[in-house]
């Protein structure tokens, strides 16, 4: 069983700039495919970014494309989330996941492991 811890969430300014980490516990597999979603009051989890677990692709939101940057450290089995130009819309409780597998699915569903998630709270 993986457990992933985020960190990193608060209160920003719009405009602002916020950089989330999310630490996995080595499990049965070395390194994990990784991602964030996030949930706004009253909506359901929507996909904003994901990272193969070689690093060889990623993939965006088209909400955060160009704000947002997906990294990972698989020494720390650690990903991060860099959000630029935040904005009151992007407010929301972000999750990280993870999976075995290569693939970068948008679907929740599509997910083995959850963190308890970190809210980001943009103030305009």
């Known amino acids: 069983q993986v457990q992933l811890v985020e960190s990193g969430g608060g209160l920003v300014q719009a405009g602002g700039s916020l950089r989330l980490s999310c630490a996995a516990s080595?499990?049965?597999?070395?390194?994990?495919?990784m991602g964030w979603f996030r949930q706004a009051s009253g909506k359901e989890r929507q996909f904003v970014a994901g990272?193969?677990?070689?690093?060889?692709?990623?993939d965006y939101a088209d909400s955060v494309k160009g704000r947002f940057t997906i990294s990972k450290d698989n020494a720390k089995n650690t990903v991060y989330l860099q959000m630029n130009s935040l904005q009151p819309e992007d407010t929301a409780g972000y999750y990280c996941?993870?999976?075995?597998?290569?693939?970068?699915?948008?679907?929740?569903?599509?997910?083995?492991?959850w963190g308890q998630g970190t809210q980001v709270t943009v103030s305009s």
């Open positions: 080595r499990g049965t597999y070395v390194t994990y495919t």
């Open positions: 996941a993870a999976r075995t597998s290569l693939e970068l699915p948008r679907a929740t569903g599509a997910w083995d492991y």
């Open positions: 990272i193969a677990w070689n690093g060889a692709s990623t």
